[in-house]
């Protein structure tokens, strides 16, 4: 990893710790950039700059563990249906600790230990993030586990309890079942008294099964007939983070009155900066299907595209997992803790697929 001091000559150099505070009390911190399309080890740079300070609405979180996701890679590959402009300070979730509120900010004070999702910017020492978009942290709570359960956690809860409405004893298949959303997913499944089929390597089936689901090989050529083989009826929801024609095989997989629910698209197959073609085939087949639901030829299955996005529901569900956790119904798998200047390692870590959970960056 180089790392990037904001010009051409600090490029290739070995990564530096963070810097002092500089004069004048404005304080260096460390920042990650993504600085084009590619392999994380040639395109995520670390580099120093100034801590930024609180505008208007704002506070400045100082990062105690921030997410490392899909949306980065598909990012890195300019294949993220929201692309920043290069270069940028990716980072989709973090947990830290206010150190400063901007004018007009209420609710919130220094000290205050707190989550926030910007989408981008929180692979840095320091962020500048609304007042608005802030949930609350248990002080207890580990920073890796905390920061886990923003993104992935309430993606996972809120598919499962307000995009769906199954009954105990109803039968669901959890695609990548080994992943950051997947791990969640399963144990939320299981917590709700439901039948859990998961998909993943077979490297991974024992730890899919650790986590009470029936796993199957996502690579088996006709998947849906091997579900049926496990669920003759169908399943009652499937959660699909593939996209494409794999909504074609989810759908196919579907019980009567069944849900099926796209929360991502691979981006696989695609060059770098088609940054929302992968995106397309879900756009097309949710509309497509949600026509035929109205006019009442699914026999009941529908299809459903999830995003998740702050808000009220978003701080009462990241509350609701932090509660799970403390009951010990949520064990969050962190995949690895990789200080922030190994940023390219966790990033392909992710790539390679050989891991369990989600992967934490530590400032």
Request: proline share 7%.
């Amino acid at each position: 990893m180089s790392v990037d001091t904001g010009t051409a000559a600090g490029r290739g150099t070995a990564p530096a710790a963070p810097a002092a505070p500089a004069a004048g009390g404005a304080t260096a911190h460390v920042h990650v950039r993504l600085t084009g399309s590619g392999r994380p080890e040639d395109h995520i740079v670390a580099g120093h700059g100034t801590r930024p300070t609180a505008g208007r609405g704002k506070v400045v979180v100082r990062v105690e563990a921030a997410g490392v996701s899909f949306a980065e890679v598909q990012m890195l590959q300019h294949l993220h249906p929201f692309p920043p402009k290069f270069p940028f300070v990716p980072g989709y979730d973090l947990v830290g600790r206010v150190v400063e509120t901007g004018e007009g900010v209420t609710g919130w004070n220094t000290g205050d230990r707190v989550a926030a999702m910007p989408r981008h910017g929180a692979w840095q020492t320091y962020v500048e993030v609304p007042a608005a978009a802030l949930a609350a942290v248990p002080e207890h709570l580990d920073a890796a586990v905390a920061v886990s359960l923003i993104t992935n956690g309430v993606t996972a809860y809120q598919m499962l309890h307000r995009q769906t409405r199954l009954a105990a004893g109803s039968t669901v298949l959890v695609h990548g079942a080994s992943g950051g959303v997947g791990t969640l997913l399963t144990q939320l499944a299981v917590h709700a008294q439901l039948r859990v089929i998961g998909t993943a390597s077979p490297a991974k089936h024992p730890a899919v099964r650790a986590l009470g689901a029936e796993p199957l090989d996502y690579r088996t050529e006709d998947l849906p007939a091997a579900v049926r083989e496990l669920a003759p009826d169908g399943v009652d929801a499937v959660f699909d983070h593939i996209g494409g024609r794999g909504l074609d095989a989810g759908w196919a997989m579907l019980a009567d009155g069944g849900t099926l629910v796209s929360f991502d698209s691979s981006v696989a197959g695609y060059r770098p900066g088609q940054w929302f073609r992968p995106h397309v085939p879900a756009l097309r087949r949710t509309a497509a299907r949600w026509i035929a639901a109205k006019l009442r030829l699914t026999r009941g299955r529908r299809q459903s595209m999830y995003y998740v996005k702050p808000g009220d529901d978003f701080r009462a569900d990241l509350a609701a997992l932090y509660r799970l956790v403390d009951e010990g119904v949520l064990r969050p798998e962190i995949a690895g803790r990789h200080p922030l200047t190994e940023a390219p390692a966790a990033v392909r870590a992710l790539l390679d697929g050989a891991t369990v959970g989600k992967h934490v960056l530590i400032p």
